[in-house]
């Protein structure tokens, strides 16, 4: 059987590719179950308290931090499109002043949104004096899909997403590199229901199994291909054989 290399060339390719996407979805499957270990682990950890210092995010990502200060009103930022059941809404994300120095970014919770007025804001309460937050120390305030930038923190007070570093940047305050999802209740009319971290895990593995699947059927593809070339050579070599003839034609 003749082996023709431009298909079996195709078809190890095809099948080289998607064994490594199937190995690439596992090892994402496994960052993120590791990663989930240590979220379990962090909210068990003792909890630590956020001052002047500055903290690396990779150091307090996840962490249960608990900070002390004064929010700035004047400094709030609301982020748009943070539907809870089903209602849409904003988050209120505010500075918070710490005791000592340094300013730390805090998502206070959930406003439902004025549906008579899309930029109208719903009152809420803001403590004046020195208050005590605590929460979980978190990359950023939730990320949401978004067309473009989205404008300037420092120019508009609703927006789709805000960047801790760009913020910090647009208002010169000296803040922490993450956003504090507060947790305990202050009185403020705010819900702070936070959904659990998405891993997607079971979606990696899924996809782990497409791409081995594809990979099986690429081989199977070739096998059969084979199989049919071959069985077509035989039956042309068959066909191409005739009977000996003798001299005046006859056999």
């Known amino acids: 059987m003749k082996i023709r290399f431009w298909p079996?060339?195709?078809?190890?390719?095809?099948?080289?590719?998607?064994?490594?996407?199937?190995?690439?979805?596992?090892?994402?499957?496994?960052?993120?179950?590791?990663?989930?270990?240590?979220?379990?682990?962090?909210?068990?950890?003792?909890?630590?308290?956020?001052?002047?210092?500055?903290?690396?995010?990779?150091?307090?990502?996840?962490?249960?931090?608990?900070?002390?200060?004064?929010?700035?009103?004047?400094?709030?930022?609301?982020?748009?499109?943070?539907?809870?059941?089903?209602?849409?809404?904003f988050y209120v994300v505010m500075p918070l002043k710490l005791d000592g120095g340094g300013v730390v970014l805090v998502n206070r919770g959930w406003l439902p949104r004025n549906l008579a007025d899309r930029t109208g804001i719903e009152p809420y309460d803001t403590p004046s004096g020195v208050v005590e937050i605590e929460g979980v120390a978190r990359a950023n305030a939730s990320q949401a899909f978004e067309l473009g930038h989205g404008g300037s923190a420092a120019q508009q007070k609703i927006r789709q997403n805000l960047d801790v570093a760009a913020y910090a940047a647009e208002t010169g305050l000296p803040l922490q590199p993450f956003v504090i999802q507060q947790l305990n209740n202050s009185g403020d009319k705010l819900v702070r229901d936070w959904p659990a971290p998405t891993m997607g895990v079971d979606t990696n593995y899924g996809y782990m199994l497409q791409w081995w699947g594809m990979a099986l059927a690429a081989l199977g593809f070739g096998l059969y291909a084979a199989r049919r070339a071959a069985k077509n050579e035989g039956k042309k070599d068959g066909a191409g054989q005739s009977a000996p003839e003798t001299l005046d034609g006859k056999v």
Not at 33 to 50: C, D, S, T
Not at 64 to 81: C, E, H, I, K, S
């Open 8 to 89: 079996s060339l195709i078809i190890l390719i095809v099948m080289a590719v998607t064994v490594r996407l199937g190995f690439w979805q596992r090892d994402r499957a496994h960052q993120k179950e590791q990663l989930n270990a240590q979220i379990v682990a962090f909210e068990n950890a003792p909890v630590q308290r956020v001052g002047a210092t500055p903290i690396a995010l990779k150091d307090i990502n996840f962490h249960r931090v608990v900070a002390r200060g004064t929010f700035m009103p004047d400094q709030v930022v609301y982020l748009d499109n943070r539907p809870y059941n089903d209602q849409p809404g």
